[in-house]
């Protein structure tokens, strides 16, 4: 497994952007596929965004396609998550996941976690 750390998060309006980095631990992060889900108050926990361990495949949540881009720095160890033209229904904890060898966007696939960040956007 790998230790995750989001950082990133804060108070931005709609229409604002804010770019959410997630550092791991380990040196074996470029084997792992990663993930971004968010979880609004009282809404189950949703995926937003997947990247291959090469970083050739992306997918999305068609709520946030064409608005948010999931990237990675396999020399950095960092993957990340630039949220553009940002609508107060982003407003959500924002965790990053990791899957070793993963393709998938189905949460329990997924075998690490980060703590969360906060994004909250205001209308």
């Known amino acids: 497994q790998v230790q995750l750390v989001e950082s990133g998060g804060g108070l931005v309006q709609a229409g604002g952007s804010l770019r959410l980095s997630c550092a791991a631990s380990?040196?074996?992060?470029?084997?792992?596929?990663m993930g971004w889900f968010r979880q609004a108050p009282g809404k189950e926990r949703e995926f937003v965004a997947f990247i291959s361990w090469i970083g050739r495949t992306t997918l999305y949540a068609d709520s946030v396609k064409g608005r948010f881009t999931i990237s990675r720095d396999n020399a950095k160890t960092t993957v990340y998550l630039k949220m553009n033209s940002l609508k107060p229904e982003d407003t959500a904890v924002y965790y990053c996941?990791?899957?070793?060898?993963?393709?998938?966007?189905?949460?329990?696939?997924?075998?690490?976690w980060g703590q969360g960040t906060q994004v909250t956007v205001s209308s």
């Open positions: 996941a990791a899957d070793l060898y993963g393709s998938s966007s189905k949460q329990d696939d997924y075998d690490s």
């Open positions: 380990g040196r074996t992060f470029s084997s792992y596929a």
